[in-house]
């Protein structure tokens, strides 16, 4: 899966699960920051939301599902 692919996941489940607009869950997401496989061996990409509290709590709870399912993602 590439960096974009799981953005887009995450904006889909996110909008689904919480409700709201794809375009404001894109905004609170933000980009998908990769890291080098050599020093993050079990979970090579990060975000870091923005938001309210509750938005960021529900981009922590998806992001803790999504890290088990998709823990190492290319970029693109």
């Known amino acids: 899966m590439t960096a974009s692919q799981l953005q887009d996941l995450m904006i889909a489940r996110l909008a689904l ?3 709201g607009t794809q ?6 997401v933000g980009p998908v920051r ?3 496989p050599e020093t ?3 979970c090579n990409w990060s975000v870091a939301p923005s938001g309210g509290a509750r938005e960021i709590a529900e981009v922590e709870r998806l992001l803790d ?9 290319t970029p693109g």
């Not at 599902?65 to 993602?73: A, M, S």
């Open 40 to 42: 993050h061996a079990h």
């Open 65 to 73: 599902t999504l890290r088990l399912e998709q823990p190492i993602v």
């Open 17 to 19: 699960g919480a409700g």
């Open 34 to 36: 990769l890291h080098d």
């Open 23 to 28: 375009r404001r869950w894109r905004t609170v």
